[in-house]
């Protein structure tokens, strides 16, 4: 008989608590010697087609539901997540699909419960590079301190040399994988001393409607390339393991959510690299335009100030997010954990709605 597994048993008796570590050994996270075979395509079936489009499990139940900004960002309170049902879950779905983001506060979900939570939304995604807590390989960490300009030239895909401004940091994650992160979970459970650590999302949908006419028929059928490739380098130069071979995937600029069937901008500096199609000059300027068009789009913009035990629950198919590094100086840290379902492979349907159209003719049709 095989011996039992005693990491996991260990595991079990003794599960870890991360904001004690981060906050007692700083960043603990590891780098097993473990390479993973390439991801393979699956039929995602978002939740959110389960849902009740009224997401009265969810209205019925929370003691204040109410939207941050007109476009993007809504805030619950009085439910905790690790409480939710599954039909709690789907009309979360459709709610996060509609709204890009979700906010909960003192939250009490712990990363085992998470990981549990998460499976509901679709597989859970391990990183190519980024190292995570011992035993939890699908857990993403979060964890800057005012050391961290000191000891790296880059962590986590963020560049801390030349020229770097705050815009270069908007993304949405792991867009290189064939089929990237969908409904995703973070939780900060650690704040900078004073202030400072804020995070920004931005509406895809609206980043859409608000280019032209002609610009946006230009974009649709276009596709784009994304990568990796600085994570792989950062890693490589770290001596950190890279746990796959593929790290580029060929994306629509326009993408439809599969959900709400709303079209949303689907791109951002932090992976799109090349238009298919373009030459250099010309790719570069439209991205250059998109990218500048996301960062500048204060009007469909949320930015959110976490508390401790803050937890977001967005939607990365049709936003991007932008963490402000405010903060590393002298004894500040911040830290999180972050569950990442996969969804589906991203897609354009030519007969997709924006955002506004589909709002608009709805209250046409109730003011009928």
Do not use: C
Request: net charge negative; no cysteine.
């Amino acid at each position: 008989m095989a011996p039992p597994n005693t990491d996991v048993i260990i595991q079990e008796i003794e599960k870890l608590n991360l904001q004690t570590l981060a906050r007692t050994k700083g960043n603990y996270v590891v780098y097993p010697d473990v390479k993973y075979p390439e991801l393979e395509l699956f039929d995602h079936q978002d939740p959110g087609h389960r849902a009740d489009p009224k997401k009265a499990s969810l209205y019925d139940n929370a003691e204040k539901i109410f939207d941050l900004t007109p476009h993007i960002g809504t805030e619950i309170h009085g439910l905790q997540l690790s409480a939710l049902t599954d039909t709690q879950k789907d009309d979360l779905a459709l709610l996060v699909a509609e709204r890009g983001v979700v906010f909960f506060r003192d939250q009490d979900i712990d990363v085992y419960q998470a990981r549990e939570w998460a499976k509901h939304f679709g597989p859970l995604h391990i990183h190519n590079t980024f190292g995570h807590p011992p035993g939890l390989p699908e857990v993403h960490v979060v964890y800057f301190d005012g050391d961290t300009l000191k000891k790296y030239k880059s962590l986590g895909g963020v560049n801390f040399e030349g020229q770097r401004t705050a815009a270069d940091g908007w993304h949405s994650d792991v867009t290189y994988d064939n089929q990237p992160a969908g409904l995703t979970l973070l939780k900060i459970d650690t704040l900078p001393e004073e202030a400072g650590g804020d995070t920004l999302w931005s509406s895809g949908y609206t980043a859409y409607d608000r280019l032209s006419p002609a610009f946006q028929k230009f974009l649709e059928g276009l596709e784009a390339v994304h990568s990796g490739q600085q994570q792989v380098d950062e890693a490589n130069r770290a001596g950190h393991v890279v746990r796959r071979k593929t790290w580029t995937s060929v994306h629509p600029v326009v993408r439809t959510h599969p959900v709400t069937g709303w079209k949303s901008l689907f791109v951002q500096p932090g992976f799109t690299r090349s238009i298919v199609g373009l030459n250099k000059r010309e790719s570069d300027i439209v991205l250059q335009y998109l990218f500048d068009h996301i960062s500048g789009g204060v009007d469909f913009q949320v930015r959110f100030k976490w508390e401790e035990n803050s937890v977001a629950v967005w939607d990365n198919r049709t936003t991007n997010h932008n963490a402000v590094f405010d903060y590393l100086f002298g004894s500040n840290k911040r830290h999180g954990w972050r569950v990442t379902p996969q969804g589906e492979k991203p897609f354009y349907d030519p007969k997709s709605k924006s955002r506004k159209q589909d709002l608009e003719e709805r209250e046409q049709q109730l003011n009928k």
